[in-house]
């Protein structure tokens, strides 16, 4: 069993800066991906990166890629998500997320631990 638990959401400007983390405990996570997911009323969970312990490779969705930074503490068994040039349309509940690799996709029903969720909030 694996508990995760984010921190770091908050209130920006558009324009600004912002960097979650995800502090996971219960097992090691060699054989795991990692993901940031999001979630905005009304509107069904996102994708936003995905990275995958061993080996650090990593997917972006369109609306991250060259803006947010994905990345992983071995030692802290901790993911970050530094998000950059943030915009109001970013507003929603951030979820990290962990699977095996071998089915953590793109998709949320692929990954099987979740944590709680922290809001971030852009203001235009």
């Known amino acids: 069993q694996v508990q995760l638990v984010e921190s770091g959401g908050g209130l920006v400007q558009a324009g600004g800066s912002l960097r979650l983390s995800c502090a996971a405990s219960?097992?090691?996570?060699?054989?795991?991906?990692m993901a940031w997911f999001r979630q905005a009323p009304g509107k069904e969970r996102e994708f936003v990166v995905r990275i995958r312990w061993n080996g650090g490779s990593t997917d972006y969705a369109d609306s991250a890629k060259g803006r947010f930074t994905i990345s992983r503490d071995s030692a802290k068994n901790t993911v970050y998500l530094e998000m950059n040039s943030l915009k109001p349309e970013d507003t929603a509940v951030y979820y990290c997320?962990?699977?095996?690799?071998?089915?953590?996709?793109?998709?949320?029903?692929?990954?099987?631990?979740w944590g709680q969720g922290t809001q971030v909030t852009v203001s235009s």
């Open positions: 219960g097992r090691t996570f060699s054989s795991y991906s």
């Open positions: 997320a962990a699977g095996f690799s071998i089915v953590a996709l793109r998709n949320a029903g692929g990954y099987m631990y």
